[in-house]
Each structure stands twice: as structure tokens, then as C-alpha cells.
């Protein structure tokens, strides 16, 4: 073979790196333009829609595990989310005790395959926090920047939702939403009587066509899995693959970047990379180099792109390259609905998603903590995998028999399968997910000591929560109490209390990890501009979530494409100035 | 062929793929000659397809321990007039997998199993295998029930919430366990709500808030077009 070609002659218009929200969106817009694009993605082609990569409507049996979450799918077997929490031969390190937990997917459409779909607009607060509290900085773009941008996502990759004219929550073009599940219906009775508001969901999920190229929902409640129909959103489905059957657009797969190159005068010339097929380095040459790897992976190849005319990397002289890292807040609890045991059977699978869920609804000039948080609620008739008829050590005692007496905890035999399955269905619980300060101290950088199997620098992460969000979690812990409770629920488990900061999760644990090439008009207080093009290299910009200012309660996703199509229409429009 | 198409054909043809195997000693070719017998299937990395085949071949109960686990997994799950028995929905197989892809269980389940001849010993001067059912109960009685449990035999009571916990996990995860359980899912379909009669069974309804808004049925074909307010007009 000829592998002895390791840099190609002929440059291409565009370098993306990554395929996931940000670099899909990028490879649509920029090839439409009519330039030609190279994408490059660590991993490997992914179309669910093939038979030899659907797990979609796979039964447990069909896995050796039943299902169960292993190293490199840690949300199951049969979830479309390659990578994980550690990946072999690509470690990352932590710093003065702190944690910082990185999830990383490692093929074409990134971890957009698995995600929750959740598609929330920032509304026009979320862009001006500082302003606001005097916390963190404000962007230097508001709603009104983005909104077209938005606008345009919505009618592109359809999301489900319904008018609310809230000010903070903006709406946008939806389709319509599905009706709740019964047990959404009983949480609802629980946060009316708290007012706390409860709507339909926005997912970007098909309940209708928006085109004669993608299917519309068949309800499996899968999404986690990709969908074969291609009724929800993945970026490769929606964006990679239709920008390569229509435009001059090349996959590299199985390809890590380590670093941009550069030349004399500080302007990117191509990326250069090193093949996972045989262990190689191979260079790629274009005209513009654009980053979507994600936050911190994009922040570790500007770090790594050290040269004589970066000595420390690109984007390293502004001082906050890595720094602001910051993640959402998350904390959940659970509870058992009397009224539920022995409940009927139907087909309950719905969207893979909740129906309903609560927005912030508070003002947090009367609380003590400074942001918000929406709530996810979850139960019903799931489909029984690994992990069915669990815990009936703890949960057999909430079923009573005719007389009132409850079943003993444990157990065995004929008693025990009717109380599993008397029991099915009957248990919910909720998640707040909730916006956290930024903080210069949270950060990652290049461990010096450590190196990837194919050589490259690692990063190394330093993350502490403040009492912001710490109190924030136990807002929530008493907000999910009593919604549950005013739902009719048994609460499960304990309260979490102190000891475990409320039940707030590690940071990195909810995977909305942002701002680490934060975006900014001062080149010695931000690494983008508010075009995301780096400060001092004026050919390279970010499309993921590294150039957000502050990560709202919201799920960053919506916001990485509005803010990618934003970028990439003024990447065109400066190569047409030859600005760049 | 250009150079750069050259490079392209190096990695978005079908090359990527299954070269990551070059590497592999001849065990693993031979391995890899069963791939896709039993594993997992759907957009497996080729360290996955490895992985569940080598697990597949390997072995971790011994004979002896099968026939305790399969005993007390019928115990746990027994056949009744509705379902099969644990052991004809081969539970005892599925616990031999998970000791492998999940081998920090491996020491407590192997302790839990030797403990049973040590009681069984004790108090009948016998094996376990070689216990009567009435006598194997008795010992069962000793872990199965956690409130219940004489402090001594903690140890033993979260070892058989383990093994209830992965026989549960292994009986209704089965097409057998779905149609006990009444799980209906899992296929195409349109979700229209809650039906009528569980709502009103419950005293619940959909939010009327809503009820133009949500999704009919009969619109699932027809292509959304929305006016410049982003009201759904078509």
C-alpha cells in the first residue's frame, strides 16, 4: 500500500475537525457554498440506517449482556455512543485532588447519536449573566444575534415544542409535541400544586416531516440508539452525510488530529494527523482550518499547535485558552407511585425522551444562588433489559397485598415474580440540570508528563464546584421533593444532604462541558472573536461549545448549531472578501 | 488518481475497518474467524467484536458451581403456570457472561457459592449440591430475606441480592420475561396518549392547555409548513 504519500498536494477550501453538532453543521453550510471540505474524525463512519450498524428495536436477548452498559457504551449496549468516560490508550489527567470527568465518542455525528435530544434555545438572560448577578462575563453576542440562526435549525432539523411566550424560554418553529405519559400526567398534578410549571418538551424528534428526506417517529422510545428512519436529529444523518452525497465534501475516519500547522507569517496552512488504521502521521493542507472536536478536545489541539510562530500554541497568549471550562449542574431523585402498582398495560415507549418537562421559573435575585435550572422527569413502562426486577431487597416492601400488609423485602419464588411485576412501571424520579458559574480557576491544560498512544500531549483538568451551585442542588433536592410527594409518590432513598453536596453530580457528568475558547471582543480575555475566529489566527475558528461565554440551564447543542451556521456563513463570506 | 484522492481512499473506503485486526497473534485471528457468533451486534468497533468473542469462549463456573447457581435460580425464578423457569430461559448462561464482561463480580459471587458448602456442611455434614430441596431452602432462608437476616449473615444477604438482582436481570430480559412482565414496546408505532380508560381509571387528563397542539395521528404524513410566527399552517 502507499502509505509513503503522508501529505496531500492539493489544498482543500476547508479543514474541519470533528463531525458532531458544530463540524456537521460547518461541512453543510461551507460545502453548500461550493467550497471543498475535508472533514476529519477520530473515529469510524456511522449511518444507522444500515442494517450492519442498527441496534435500533434490537430485543435485550440479542445481547450477551441483555443490554448492560459496558467501558466504551457506558449508557448500554445497545446506545450509539462509542468512546466513554476512559478510552484506551487516550487517557486524561486531573490535578490537586480535584475531578473533572470527560466523555468522549469517537465516530462520525459525535456524541450527537446518543444525546437526549433536548433542543433549547438561550434566551436573551442567558447571554448577559454578568450583567444580571455580576457573576462570570457577559457574551459579546445577545438572543437577537442568534435568533435567525435558531429560526433556521428549527425549520432545518425539526424540533417538537409548543408556543409559551416566555421571555427567557424563546419559541421557535415547532412541530407538534406528543401527549404526556401517565406518570408525567401525576408529576404534573405534584407541580401544579407546587406552581411549578410544567410543558410540553422540546426534542428533535420528527412527530411530523419536515422533508421527503427523513422518516418521521415511530415511538421506541430509542433515540439514545440513532434512529434508521432518521427521524431524529444526529448530525451525521442530518448534516455529514447529506453534505457529502451533495457537495465536495471528504470523511477521514479513524484519523486524530494533533495538531494545526502553521507558517511564518501565524496563519493555519492544514492539520496534521496520525492515521489509527496504521499509526502514521499524514498532513491535510486548505485554506481554513475550523475546530469542532468539542470544548476541551478543540482547546487540547490549539494547545498542542505549538510552532515557531506559536511557541506556545494558538490561542495560549490570550491566557484563558482551557480556562473557563465549565459544565451543567445535575442532581436527581426518585420515588414510587402507589397509585401505579398494578397499573394496566399498553404500549407506553413514546418519544425517547420525557413529553413534559419545567423550565426555570424562579428569579434568583430572591434566591440564594445566582442561576437556574430546568427539570427532566422519567418512569413508565420502560422496556425490561439488564437491570429489570432490580432491587426488590429495598423496593419489595412498597407492595401491599389485599389486606394492606406489605410484601417482605427479598426474597424468592412465585411470590417474588408477581410482586416484580405488580411493581413494573411504577417507579419515576426527576433530574434538574442546572446552569454553574464559570470560573478562571476551572480549567483544563497539557499535562507535561503525559502522552496518548499516538504521542500526543493529553490534557490535564482542574475542576472545583463553588457554593453557587452547590446551593443550587439543594434547591433542587427540595423542589423534587416536593413535587414528588405532591404527586402522590413514596420518596425513595434518602434526602441527599451536605455530605454529598446534595447529590450534585462530578463536574463533566452531565456532558454539557463548554467555554474553554471562550468568545470575546479582548483578545487578552477571550481566545475567539465573536465571529469564533481565533484572535490570532485569523483563518481558524471554533464550532463547538469552547467559545460559549456561559452554558445556560439549557442543553448546549441547539446553541453549538445556530452558532456553527452563524460562523460558517461569515467563513464564506470572508474568503469571498479575501480577508482570510 | 491524484495524491489526495489517494490519501482519501486510504480512509474513507472500506480500509478503516477490520485493519485495526492487523495486529492481532493467531489466537485472535482464529477468534476473529467466529466474530458475530453471539456478540453483540449493530456498529461494533472491532475491540468490541473481539472482546464478547473472547468472553464467549472463555469459561468461569465450574461445573460444580453451575449446578449450585442453577439450582438457586430456580428457586429465585421457579416455573409457574404463566412462565418457564429460570433455567429453561438459560439465566445460568447469562450469569456466566456477566462474571466476564463485569469481573469485579467474580470474587463475590465465587465466595457466595463456596459459603453454600461451608453451611450446607455445617449443618447437614453434606455438600450443597447434595442437599435435598427442603434442606437447600433452609439454607437459602438464611440470606434471601434482608430484614430478616441474623446479623452473621450479612455478607450472605448481599450476596444473594447480587444474585437475585443478575437472575432477575437474566429472566426478564427474555421474550419469555417481556410477556410476564406485559411489556408491549418495542415496536412501530403511534403514540396518542394515555388511553382513555387508565385516565379516567386514575381521574387524570391530558392538559386541555394542549389540546389543539399535540400531535394527531392523522397529520404524520403531511409535511409541516409553519407561517413567519412559527404557527404550524400546514
Same mark, same amino acid.
Given at each position: 500500500?502507499?502509505?509513503?504519500?503522508?501529505?496531500?498536494?492539493?489544498?482543500?477550501?476547508?479543514?474541519?475537525?470533528?463531525?458532531?453538532?458544530?463540524?456537521?453543521?460547518?461541512?453543510?453550510?461551507?460545502?453548500?457554498?461550493?467550497?471543498?471540505?475535508?472533514?476529519?474524525?477520530?473515529?469510524?463512519?456511522?449511518?444507522?440506517?444500515?442494517?450492519?450498524?442498527?441496534?435500533?428495536?434490537?430485543?435485550?436477548?440479542?445481547?450477551?449482556?441483555?443490554?448492560?452498559?459496558?467501558?466504551?457504551?457506558?449508557?448500554?449496549?445497545?446506545?450509539?455512543?462509542?468512546?466513554?468516560?476512559?478510552?484506551?490508550?487516550?487517557?486524561?489527567?486531573?490535578?490537586?485532588?480535584?475531578?473533572?470527568?470527560?466523555?468522549?465518542? &469517537?465516530?462520525?455525528?459525535?456524541?450527537?447519536?446518543?444525546?437526549?435530544?433536548?433542543?433549547?434555545?438561550?434566551?436573551?438572560?442567558?447571554?448577559?449573566?454578568?450583567?444580571?448577578?455580576?457573576?462570570?462575563?457577559?457574551?459579546?453576542?445577545?438572543?437577537?444575534?442568534?435568533?435567525?440562526?435558531?429560526?433556521?435549525?428549527?425549520?432545518?432539523?425539526?424540533?417538537?415544542?409548543?408556543?409559551?411566550?416566555?421571555?427567557?424560554?424563546?419559541?421557535?418553529?415547532?412541530?407538534?409535541? %406528543?401527549?404526556?405519559?401517565?406518570?408525567?400526567?401525576?408529576?404534573?398534578?405534584?407541580?401544579?400544586?407546587?406552581?411549578?410549571?410544567?410543558?410540553?418538551?422540546?426534542?428533535?424528534?420528527?412527530?411530523?416531516?419536515?422533508?421527503?428526506?427523513?422518516?418521521?417517529?415511530?415511538?421506541?422510545?430509542?433515540? /439514545?440508539?440513532?434512529?434508521?428512519?432518521?427521524?431524529?436529529?444526529?448530525?451525521?444523518?442530518?448534516?455529514?452525510?447529506?453534505?457529502?452525497?451533495?457537495?465536495?465534501?471528504?470523511?477521514?475516519?479513524?484519523? @486524530?488530529?494533533?495538531?494545526?500547522?502553521?507558517?511564518?507569517?501565524?496563519?493555519?496552512?492544514?492539520?496534521?494527523?496520525?492515521?489509527?488504521?496504521?499509526?502514521?502521521?499524514?498532513?491535510?493542507?486548505?485554506?481554513?482550518?475550523?475546530?469542532?472536536?468539542?470544548?476541551?478536545?478543540?482547546?487540547?489541539?490549539?494547545? /498542542?499547535?505549538?510552532?515557531?510562530?506559536?511557541?506556545?500554541?494558538?490561542?495560549?497568549?490570550?491566557?484563558?485558552?482551557?480556562?473557563?471550562?465549565?459544565?451543567?449542574?445535575?442532581?436527581?431523585?426518585?420515588?414510587?407511585?402507589?397509585?401505579?402498582?398494578?397499573?394496566?398495560?399498553?404500549?407506553?415507549?413514546?418519544?425517547?425522551?420525557?413529553? @413534559?418537562?419545567?423550565?426555570?421559573?424562579?428569579?434568583?435575585?430572591?434566591?440564594?444562588?445566582?442561576?437556574?435550572?430546568?427539570?427532566?422527569?422519567?418512569?413508565?413502562?420502560?422496556?425490561?433489559?439488564?437491570?429489570?426486577?432490580?432491587?426488590?431487597?429495598? @423496593?419489595?416492601?412498597?407492595?401491599?397485598?389485599?389486606?394492606?400488609?406489605?410484601? %417482605?423485602?427479598?426474597?424468592?419464588?412465585?411470590?417474588?415474580?408477581?410482586?416484580?411485576?405488580?411493581?413494573?412501571?411504577?417507579?419515576?424520579?426527576?433530574?434538574?440540570?442546572?446552569?454553574?458559574? %464559570?470560573?478562571?480557576?476551572?480549567?483544563?491544560?497539557?499535562?507535561?508528563?503525559?502522552?496518548?498512544?499516538?504521542?500526543?500531549?493529553?490534557? &490535564?483538568?482542574?475542576?472545583?464546584?463553588?457554593?453557587?451551585?452547590?446551593?443550587?442542588?439543594?434547591? @433542587?433536592?427540595?423542589?423534587?421533593?416536593?413535587?414528588?410527594?405532591?404527586?402522590?409518590?413514596?420518596?425513595?432513598?434518602?434526602?441527599?444532604?451536605?455530605?454529598?453536596?446534595?447529590?450534585?453530580?462530578?463536574?463533566?457528568?452531565?456532558?454539557?462541558?463548554?467555554?474553554?475558547?471562550?468568545?470575546?471582543?479582548?483578545?487578552?480575555?477571550?481566545?475567539?472573536?465573536?465571529?469564533?475566529?481565533?484572535?490570532?489566527?485569523?483563518?481558524?475558528?471554533?464550532?463547538?461549545?469552547?467559545?460559549?461565554?456561559?452554558?445556560?440551564?439549557? /442543553?448546549?447543542?441547539?446553541?453549538?448549531?445556530?452558532?456553527?451556521?452563524?460562523?460558517?456563513?461569515?467563513?464564506?463570506?470572508?474568503?469571498?472578501?479575501?480577508?482570510? | 488518481?491524484?495524491?489526495?484522492?489517494?490519501?482519501?481512499?486510504?480512509?474513507?473506503?472500506?480500509?478503516?475497518?477490520?485493519?485495526?485486526?492487523?495486529?492481532?497473534?493467531?489466537?485472535?485471528?482464529?477468534?476473529?474467524?467466529?466474530?458475530?457468533?453471539?456478540?453483540?451486534?449493530?456498529?461494533?468497533?472491532?475491540?468490541?467484536?473481539?472482546?464478547?468473542?473472547?468472553?464467549?469462549?472463555?469459561?468461569?463456573?465450574?461445573?460444580?458451581?453451575?449446578?449450585?447457581?442453577?439450582?438457586?435460580?430456580?428457586?429465585?425464578?421457579?416455573?409457574?403456570?404463566?412462565?418457564?423457569?429460570?433455567?429453561? !430461559?438459560?439465566?445460568?448462561?447469562?450469569?456466566?457472561?456477566?462474571?466476564?464482561?463485569?469481573?469485579?463480580?467474580?470474587?463475590?459471587?465465587?465466595?457466595? !457459592?463456596?459459603?453454600?458448602?461451608?453451611?450446607?456442611?455445617?449443618?447437614?455434614?453434606?455438600?450443597?449440591?447434595?442437599?435435598?430441596?427442603?434442606?437447600?431452602?433452609?439454607?437459602?432462608?438464611?440470606?434471601?430475606?434482608?430484614?430478616?437476616?441474623?446479623?452473621?449473615?450479612?455478607?450472605?444477604?448481599?450476596?444473594?441480592?447480587?444474585?437475585?438482582?443478575?437472575?432477575?436481570?437474566?429472566?426478564?430480559?427474555?421474550?419469555?420475561?417481556?410477556?410476564?412482565?406485559?411489556?408491549?414496546?418495542?415496536?412501530?408505532?403511534?403514540?396518542?396518549?394515555?388511553?382513555?380508560?387508565?385516565?379516567?381509571?386514575?381521574?387524570?387528563?391530558?392538559?386541555?392547555?394542549?389540546?389543539?397542539?399535540?400531535?394527531?395521528?392523522?397529520?404524520?404524513?403531511?409535511?409541516?409548513?409553519?407561517?413567519?410566527?412559527?404557527?404550524?399552517?400546514?
Amino acid at each position: 500500500m502507499s502509505f509513503q504519500i503522508k501529505t496531500s498536494a492539493e489544498p482543500y477550501d476547508v479543514i474541519i475537525v470533528g463531525s458532531g453538532a458544530g463540524g456537521g453543521m460547518a461541512s453543510k453550510i461551507l460545502s453548500e457554498a461550493g467550497l471543498s471540505v475535508a472533514v476529519v474524525e477520530a473515529g469510524g463512519d456511522f449511518d444507522p440506517a444500515k442494517e450492519e450498524d442498527r441496534t435500533q428495536l434490537r430485543p435485550p436477548w440479542e445481547s450477551p449482556r441483555r443490554g448492560a452498559g459496558t467501558k466504551i457504551r457506558p449508557f448500554g449496549d445497545f446506545d450509539q455512543a462509542i468512546g466513554g468516560w476512559e478510552i484506551d490508550g487516550e487517557p486524561y489527567t486531573r490535578k490537586d485532588g480535584t475531578q473533572f470527568d470527560w466523555f468522549r465518542s &469517537r465516530m462520525v455525528g459525535g456524541r450527537t447519536n446518543h444525546w437526549g435530544r433536548i433542543s433549547l434555545r438561550f434566551g436573551p438572560n442567558d447571554f448577559k449573566r454578568a450583567s444580571i448577578d455580576g457573576l462570570g462575563h457577559d457574551w459579546p453576542i445577545g438572543y437577537d444575534e442568534l435568533k435567525p440562526y435558531y429560526d433556521k435549525v428549527d425549520k432545518l432539523i425539526g424540533v417538537f415544542g409548543t408556543k409559551e411566550g416566555i421571555y427567557n424560554e424563546p419559541d421557535g418553529f415547532f412541530l407538534p409535541p %406528543p401527549k404526556p405519559r401517565l406518570h408525567e400526567l401525576f408529576i404534573k398534578k405534584g407541580a401544579d400544586k407546587a406552581a411549578i410549571p410544567m410543558i410540553p418538551s422540546r426534542l428533535s424528534m420528527l412527530t411530523r416531516p419536515i422533508n421527503n428526506e427523513r422518516g418521521v417517529c415511530f415511538f421506541c422510545a430509542q433515540c /439514545n440508539r440513532a434512529c434508521q428512519a432518521y427521524a431524529d436529529f444526529s448530525a451525521g444523518t442530518c448534516l455529514v452525510h447529506p453534505a457529502m452525497k451533495k457537495g465536495k465534501v471528504d470523511l477521514y475516519t479513524h484519523s @486524530m488530529v494533533r495538531k494545526v500547522t502553521t507558517d511564518d507569517q501565524g496563519k493555519a496552512t492544514g492539520v496534521s494527523f496520525i492515521s489509527k488504521v496504521d499509526m502514521k502521521e499524514y498532513k491535510l493542507k486548505s485554506r481554513v482550518v475550523v475546530l469542532g472536536a468539542s470544548a476541551c478536545e478543540s482547546s487540547r489541539i490549539m494547545m /498542542n499547535s505549538k510552532s515557531k510562530s506559536y511557541p506556545n500554541g494558538i490561542g495560549a497568549d490570550s491566557g484563558v485558552l482551557g480556562r473557563y471550562l465549565h459544565d451543567s449542574t445535575g442532581a436527581s431523585r426518585s420515588g414510587i407511585m402507589p397509585d401505579l402498582i398494578d397499573r394496566e398495560r399498553y404500549n407506553e415507549d413514546g418519544v425517547g425522551g420525557m413529553h @413534559m418537562y419545567t423550565p426555570w421559573w424562579l428569579d434568583n435575585k430572591k434566591l440564594d444562588f445566582a442561576r437556574g435550572y430546568h427539570i427532566e422527569y422519567w418512569g413508565g413502562m420502560g422496556q425490561p433489559s439488564y437491570g429489570a426486577g432490580g432491587g426488590m431487597d429495598a @423496593m419489595r416492601k412498597y407492595i401491599k397485598d389485599e389486606f394492606g400488609n406489605p410484601s %417482605p423485602n427479598g426474597g424468592y419464588g412465585e411470590g417474588l415474580k408477581k410482586d416484580i411485576r405488580r411493581i413494573y412501571g411504577s417507579t419515576l424520579g426527576m433530574s434538574g440540570r442546572g446552569e454553574s458559574v %464559570p470560573m478562571y480557576d476551572n480549567y483544563c491544560e497539557i499535562d507535561p508528563n503525559v502522552v496518548d498512544k499516538y504521542g500526543i500531549p493529553v490534557l &490535564r483538568f482542574h475542576y472545583k464546584w463553588t457554593d453557587q451551585e452547590i446551593k443550587q442542588a439543594k434547591h @433542587m433536592q427540595d423542589t423534587f421533593e416536593e413535587i414528588l410527594t405532591g404527586a402522590g409518590a413514596t420518596l425513595l432513598g434518602e434526602k441527599p444532604g451536605p455530605d454529598t453536596l446534595y447529590g450534585l453530580a462530578a463536574p463533566g457528568r452531565i456532558i454539557h462541558e463548554v467555554g474553554t475558547t471562550r468568545m470575546g471582543n479582548d483578545p487578552k480575555s477571550s481566545v475567539v472573536n465573536s465571529n469564533c475566529q481565533a484572535h490570532d489566527c485569523k483563518n481558524l475558528f471554533v464550532v463547538d461549545a469552547g467559545p460559549f461565554v456561559s452554558q445556560a440551564d439549557k /442543553n448546549p447543542t441547539w446553541t453549538i448549531l445556530a452558532l456553527s451556521w452563524r460562523t460558517s456563513e461569515y467563513i464564506v463570506d470572508q474568503l469571498k472578501q479575501k480577508n482570510i | 488518481m491524484n495524491r489526495r484522492e489517494n490519501l482519501k481512499l486510504l480512509f474513507t473506503g472500506s480500509v478503516g475497518a477490520g485493519l485495526l485486526l492487523t495486529g492481532c497473534e493467531p489466537e485472535q485471528e482464529a477468534v476473529q474467524g467466529q466474530l458475530m457468533t453471539g456478540g453483540t451486534p449493530g456498529g461494533r468497533t472491532d475491540e468490541e467484536k473481539l472482546r464478547d468473542a473472547k468472553l464467549l469462549e472463555e469459561t468461569f463456573f465450574t461445573e460444580e458451581e453451575k449446578k449450585k447457581l442453577s439450582t438457586l435460580v430456580d428457586i429465585i425464578m421457579p416455573a409457574d403456570s404463566e412462565s418457564p423457569s429460570a433455567t429453561e !430461559l438459560k439465566v445460568p448462561d447469562f450469569i456466566e457472561f456477566m462474571m466476564k464482561d463485569q469481573p469485579n463480580n467474580q470474587t463475590p459471587m465465587r465466595g457466595g !457459592l463456596m459459603w453454600l458448602d461451608f453451611e450446607a456442611d455445617e449443618k447437614f455434614g453434606k455438600p450443597f449440591n447434595e442437599l435435598t430441596k427442603e434442606q437447600v431452602i433452609q439454607i437459602v432462608d438464611l440470606v434471601a430475606w434482608p430484614e430478616k437476616a441474623a446479623p452473621e449473615y450479612i455478607g450472605g444477604v448481599r450476596w444473594f441480592n447480587m444474585l437475585r438482582n443478575l437472575t432477575c436481570s437474566g429472566y426478564f430480559s427474555t421474550e419469555a420475561g417481556w410477556k410476564y412482565m406485559g411489556y408491549m414496546g418495542n415496536q412501530a408505532n403511534v403514540w396518542d396518549g394515555v388511553p382513555q380508560n387508565v385516565l379516567d381509571k386514575h381521574g387524570l387528563s391530558n392538559p386541555e392547555k394542549y389540546s389543539d397542539l399535540f400531535l394527531k395521528p392523522e397529520d404524520r404524513a403531511k409535511v409541516a409548513q409553519w407561517d413567519e410566527e412559527g404557527n404550524l399552517i400546514g
